[in-house]
Each structure stands twice: as structure tokens, then as C-alpha cells.
């Protein structure tokens, strides 16, 4: 704090001395910076917190609240983190009813993709759907790049973020086009389309405005189809999409059909009428 950090977290299970919390809690408020209270369930005091570990989770979490209310401090953010999606969700649900102070959601440790990321969005998709939640943390070993995408998929899934949504249907006996390389292509395109900055020369830096760098993302929903047969009906919602034959493939808007076009031009087709849109 003392080197301008512009707030902390305080772990209880780690920092069980009242008398060092106090000072930290003062300093903050010298400093006008907020704190997170972040019970880890790892590091619980269970000599202290007995009975189900959710309830022991929100309790070591209400106690240092009480602390920190006391030195008339309020400028707090909670959270409640274990590994277990079950017993996270639980805590931030009893916590959800006890205070009104924002809350920072996320599923420690939950370890490596696939199963990480599907941790993390059932744990903070069923909680943001419940109304719970003010910030997310994605927790992933792994690149920190991939819990941002990640994080970033999750809230846009739920609709509180917009993006380019692609939607693509399982491959099936009908599908004549290698689908799966069509999808892994758009993918990659799409995602140096998914946000726009403005990038300033060097001598603009020192007074730049810090909204000057804020992404703009672009809201789009393309759909990559395996057949004519369902393709644009079933992708009728989609902005633009495309759905293949044999050795050609179609391009649609909202359902109707635009042009068609070879299937090694699919891609290339397809890019050009999306980044015409946007």
C-alpha cells in the first residue's frame, strides 16, 4: 500500500492476528483503497470454523467483516473460494443473504483445460444466472491469456458481455465438407476480429485517456453448418452462416441463402461478407 497498489487481498486463514489485521485495515483507509476479503477454503481455520465447510467459509468471512466495520471501514469485496464448484456455490449463496457488499466469484485451482474451464463455468454461469456475483476470476493452469478467453466466453454465453458468437452444428452422416477444419479456421479469423484498440505512437502515451485503449468488440452470431438439408434453417437466427454440399457450399443471412460458392472458398467467402458487416 505504502508503494501505491491500488487495492489488496486479505486471506483470514492466513492473517489470523487481529491486532495485524487492524493495522492493515487502517493503512487502507489512510490510503482510500479497497480491500477483498478472500476466504480460501484451503487455508480455513478449522479448529475455529467447524460444521460444513461452506457455512465455516462464509462465517471466517462475516468475523473479519465485523473487524473491519468496526474501524469504520467499508470500502470491502468478498470472496469464497474452493476447489469444489458445490461447496462455492453454496457459500456464495449464504453470503449472497448476509451482506450487500460485491462479491468476486470464482473456483480455485480447478486445474487443467477441459475440465478447469467447465468448473469455472458452472460454478460462475449458475451463480451470475442467480444474480450473484460482481467480478469473476477464471482459474486455470495455464497461460493467464486463456483464463481471460475463457472468462470472457463465459459472461458473453450468459449475455452480459457482446462478441462474435459462432454456433456450428456435429458432424453427421449428411455432411460432405470437413467441417470441423471449416470451424477451426473461422475460429481463428474471427478472433483477431473479436476486438478492435486504438494503438497511439509513443508520444501519445503519457496523456492518453485510459478509454482510449477499451476494446470495442463486435456483436455478431456466424453460424458454421455441415448441410444445406438443415443448415439455414436451423442457423436462421444466425447474422451470416455458412452450410456446405459436395464440394460447394452456401452463404446465408438470417436464414436466406446469398450465394454459393466452392468449398475450398468457403472460408475466404465468408470473411469477406463478415468483416463487410462489421
Not at 492466513?14 to 480460501?40: C, M
Not at 452462416?241 to 450465394?259: C, E, L, Q, S, T
Request: proline fraction near 5%; glycine fraction near 10%.
Amino acid at each position: 500500500m505504502e508503494n501505491g497498489a491500488d487495492g489488496i487481498r486479505i486471506n483470514p486463514g492466513n492473517i489470523r492476528d487481529k491486532k495485524r489485521i487492524i493495522q492493515i485495515v487502517r493503512k487502507a483507509r489512510e490510503k482510500e483503497i479497497p480491500i477483498r476479503i478472500g476466504v480460501n477454503s484451503g487455508s480455513l481455520d478449522r479448529k475455529r470454523y467447524k460444521g460444513p465447510l461452506a457455512q465455516a467459509m462464509v462465517r471466517s468471512a462475516l468475523d473479519s467483516i465485523k473487524i473491519f466495520e468496526k474501524e469504520k471501514f467499508y470500502d470491502i469485496i468478498v470472496s469464497l473460494k474452493a476447489s469444489d464448484v458445490l461447496t462455492t456455490t453454496e457459500a456464495y449463496r449464504l453470503m449472497a443473504k448476509r451482506c450487500d457488499y460485491p462479491l468476486h466469484l470464482g473456483i480455485t485451482a480447478t486445474g487443467l483445460p477441459p475440465s478447469g474451464i467447465i468448473k469455472s463455468a458452472i460454478g460462475i454461469g449458475s451463480l451470475l444466472l442467480k444474480g450473484i456475483g460482481d467480478t469473476i476470476r477464471v482459474s486455470l493452469t495455464g497461460p493467464p491469456q486463456e483464463e481471460i478467453r475463457v472468462g470472457y466466453e463465459i459472461l458473453r454465453a450468459l449475455g452480459l458481455r457482446k462478441g462474435i458468437e459462432i454456433i456450428a452444428c456435429p458432424t453427421c452422416g449428411r455432411c460432405e465438407i470437413d467441417l470441423i477444419k471449416i470451424a477451426q479456421q473461422v475460429e481463428k479469423r474471427l478472433s483477431r476480429l473479436q476486438a478492435t484498440s486504438y494503438k497511439p505512437q509513443a508520444k501519445e502515451l503519457k496523456s492518453l485517456k485510459p478509454e482510449a485503449w477499451s476494446l470495442k468488440p463486435a456483436t455478431l452470431k456466424v453460424a458454421i453448418m455441415g448441410c444445406v438439408v438443415n443448415g439455414p434453417g436451423e442457423a436462421r437466427e444466425a447474422d451470416i452462416g455458412i452450410a456446405g454440399g459436395k464440394k460447394i457450399g452456401i452463404i446465408f443471412r438470417k436464414g436466406r441463402v446469398i450465394k454459393k460458392v466452392k468449398e475450398k472458398d468457403l472460408v475466404k467467402a465468408l470473411l469477406a461478407e463478415i468483416e463487410n458487416m462489421i
